[in-house]
């Protein structure tokens, strides 16, 4: 059974990758390392950041609203210190990125440049500082500057992570391929909010957090089939996957590979069971090679 | 690998309206546990709520451990409808320890079900001295039972059990003679402890609680502010010395 899959130049074991934000090499004993297809690190910032006021999390219906506020060393103490952790785990590394300025891209994958990392995401789910706190993702002509500067600034493989607050998510998609991106994936969380009535205020520390879990899946799986369906590039999907069931829907759709976030906060060896579930499934559908998976998706005639 | 465990549900006991101590089979837990660490538990099978529930080790008996259990919302709820023979979901034991083992005479502050991780650390003392407060007696849980293993002092707000008033009102006379305090509570019972303890120039260590989801350390969600900047509640506590916690 060949479950390898290949996002452009990056060949994967399986198509299960660790989404940013929930693995740290400190935890890494509670998770299959064995059963990853490769791991995105917490984002790195260019310099060191303290993070958000708690309270940081409220669990919602189906949800999880977070608002870390992407909390983390910096770029010099990460290389430094936490990505040789994270090299030692003999899973292809995928640093996740983020910047206060458009500036800020180029320089960061600049610095991980002969590190050994499998390549980079773009974290574009964050404010523009120069842009009144803009999500960088938000617009499709910024994403491509982004994607095409960090491109000419290092040989590295990049995948823009699109944000569901983007204006137009297929534009936006398009534009990161026309910049050079070797893959897409997509979604971060959905900007969201929660109000304690008696206070009158939010409750969590910052006024809005990103919404991830169940909650967003079947938004996030309609997203990943829009663009699937529009760019040439592999597209690695995300968003509320919780099982084999939610994965495969989301190869189905389009997606090359898969991210799984939220669910390794609840089950740290969900990676394990969801490899299993595809194998089974793949077995009982005696399917032998995964990618006659991917966009596989069957539309009637008045779908289109 | 850590995985979690599929612990079978032993017992189920109330000891009042809301509060129930759940007895769990599982022998690596039990036999791992310290005073002062937790374990991270599914509510159900399914995703709903989505979320584990932290609690802390109220106590381990042979195979087994114990969790002291307030019904607060859904997720505690469906905890209390669970039946001998069901089996959870476990994830522990998680968190750092009280260091009860660097001091010689420890006072410990317990405030209503902050008792839970401090009636484990009674069971590894020699018979030490209980500060135990509550609004009322409803909610000195476990009274009995402790007084055959500390000299409990208890305290309530409205007078029906032991003396009327806070449980700090009167820590900083009780506090002559030992060389640590070990507390858990409701955050104002904890702000209080922690500022006496360093009038008396006594060092504290608090049991904090915070929302949280994995418990190991990797989303850093748990976030509570010390001295030394953000720490998580999950992997640089629950206990934490009271002196650099920013409560």
Redo the contacts between chains.
Sequence with gaps: MKLSIQLGNLVLENPIIIAS????P??A?????EAIGAIIT?TVTPRPR??????????T????I?S?GL?NVGIERFIEEELPRYMELGVPIIVSISGETEADFPLMAERLRGKGIAGIELNLSCPNVQRGGMHFGRDAETVFRIVREVKDASSLWVMPKLTPQARDIVETALAGEEGGADAISLVNTFLAMAIDIRARSSRLGTLMGGLS??AIKPIALRMVYEVARAVRIPVVGCGGI?NAEDALEFLIAGASAVEIG?A??????IPAEILDGIRKFMEEEGIDDIRELIGSLKIKPLDI | MKGSFKAKVISKRFLSDDVFLLKLREPIIAEESLPGQFVNLRCSSIYEPLLRRPLSIYDVEEDNFLLLIRIIGKGTKLLSLVREGDELDVLGPLGNPFPYRMYKNPLLVAGGIGIAPLHFLLKKLSFPILLFGARSKSELYGLEDLTKIARVIPFTEDGSEGERGLVTTRLKEFLKGHDVIFACGPMGMLREVVTIAKDVGVPSYISLEERMACGFGACLGCAVKTKKGYKMVCKDGPVMPGEEVII
């Design positions: 934000g929930v693995f740290s400190d935890s004993s509670y998770f299959p390392i917490k303290e993070g958000n006021p708690p309270p940081r999390l409220l669990e219906a189906a949800g999880l977070n870390i909390q879990g169940p919780m939220t390794c906060l609840i089950n740290p060896s």
